[in-house]
């Protein structure tokens, strides 16, 4: 799918709502930190990230299948700032997990975050079950299904991609200096740190000021000896970042302003 054949219902898709009964979502709260704000103390795109990923560990252990299905990789991951607070620092956040779509290999998640002080964020995840031995998707066992999919009506969830791997030719390009912080477990890149070059690039802008709806896909895996540079494009009402390396994008950015 190219840049051309987009559209805006596309990009900005509704999201599925929370469910009416409580016994279909996951719930936690907790305090922000120090790490999780920028300097206008907002929630940064990578601390939204380490929610998802934090708040999905939890998820799978309280319902019992952190043994059967430890290791899941993120193939796109949406964030909607809907009322991103001034202060996060001040707020104590809500966070409610639960499935949106379901299918043999992956499954879709929504997260909702909300403050106490204002700040509110719609997120969704697209996550395939992994094999760490064959290093390729696993099937879903039945009991997982049978679980989680009761809060879903969609149980032949397709992959479609969103977001262009071609960056333009007038595209600014830039080196991205990797880190042994920035390798996870399954010696790659953890899918948080991406969001920290998407942060990086929009220092001095207001596109993360205000509502926004923010995109990420990952197309392959960088590796720790990897060269990586940036590719973006920076404009009044968006911006789109690609990761590359040998000339081929490995994950690409978009963030909308809403």
Known sequence: MSDSTLTEKDLLAPLAPLPENPELYFEESWRA?????DVYRRARLDSVARYLQDLGYDHLLAAGFGEIHPYWVVQRTLIEAQSPAADLLRETLTL?????????FWCSVRIQVVGDKGTHFETEAFWINFNKETKGPARISDDFVERFG?????????????LSPEPPADAQVSPWQLRST??????????????????????????LSGRYRAIIEYISPVQPAEQVT??????????????VVDGKAKAVAKVIRL
């Open 150 to 162: 009761q809060a879903t009506d969609n149980h032949h969830l397709r992959w479609k991609p969103l």
């Open 33 to 37: 930190g120090l790490g999780d704000v």
């Open 182 to 207: 920035d390798i996870d477990q399954f010696q790659h890149v953890n899918n948080a740190a991406y969001w920290e070059a998407v942060e990086h690039l929009l220092r001095g802008t207001d596109l």
């Open 96 to 104: 409610r997990r639960w499935c949106s779509g379901m299918a043999k």
């Open 230 to 243: 940036l590719s973006s494009t920076v404009a009044g009402n968006g911006a789109d970042v690609w990761f």
